[in-house]
Each structure stands twice: as C-alpha cells, then as structure tokens.
C-alpha cells in the first residue's frame, strides 16, 4: 500500500516550468526524509537517479548536480507535500518522477535508492525539444 502519492507530470517544451507535488503522511514531517528519484525509459529499475532530497526535520536539502540552479524542493508540512518545481526543462529530464522517503536524516547515502522504504507509483514528465 503507497504513502506517497505523486501529481503535477505532464507534457511541456524544452524550456517549460513543471512543478511535482508528493502528497505524504503528516507524521513524516519532521522525521523523515522526502524527495525525488526519476528513471528515464531506457534504465533499469535499479539505475533509477537521484534529483532532491529534504529532511523535513532541518530543511537540509541535497541535489544531484543536472539539478542544481534549475530545479528546487520546498516541504509544506500544513499541506504534507513537498514538491518540486522544475525550471528550463530539457528533453533529458523526460522520465518518471518518484517520490521516495524513510525515516531520520537523508544522510550521506541520499543518493542511493536503496536508502528509500517508501515510494510513491510515480507521475510521468515529458520534455519535448
């Protein structure tokens, strides 16, 4: 059974805004870390990568380097999400968006998917050139 539920994918052109929403239990903020893992159609399950991480109990936030300057994760513990807006979206960032979380910090290992208990079913973004 899912925890985390994923909106906000779609289509949008090279250069677009998208913004991810996960929907997750209130009892995780504060506790866990959340963010987003994405896995392009040509990778394995276990290649998916990791793009932002916050641990909702200190605001620290990790992100992968393609995502640094155009995409940021913010938390709203009074709405449990935490989303991400990306900015001048490229056809390389066409993939399925996972939120993922566990508890305590994300630590060192924040870009290891297999430091994730949960994930959501994942919401799809295409990036057309």
């Known amino acids: 059974q899912f925890q985390l539920y994923e909106s906000g994918g ?3 052109q090279a250069g677009g ?9 209130g009892s995780f903020f504060g506790s866990h870390c959340i963010g987003w893992f994405r896995q392009t159609s040509g990778e394995k399950r276990e290649e998916r990568e ?6 909702t ?6 992100y992968a380097s393609f995502a ?3 995409f940021t994760i ?20 066409t993939a399925k968006y996972y939120c993922v979380a566990d508890w ?10 297999g430091s994730y208990a949960f994930w959501g ?3 799809l973004v295409t990036v057309s050139s």
């Open 10 to 12: 779609g289509s949008v």
């Open 17 to 25: 805004s998208l913004t991810l929403s996960c929907r997750a239990p």
């Open 50 to 55: 990791a793009v932002a991480t916050v641990y």
């Open 57 to 62: 109990g200190t605001g620290i936030i990790d």
């Open 68 to 70: 640094k300057g155009r």
């Open 74 to 93: 913010l938390q709203d513990p009074a709405k449990n999400t935490v989303t991400l807006q990306m900015n001048n979206l490229k056809p390389e960032d």
């Open 104 to 113: 305590g910090h994300c630590g060192s290992n924040w870009w290891y998917q």
């Open 121 to 123: 079913q994942g919401t």
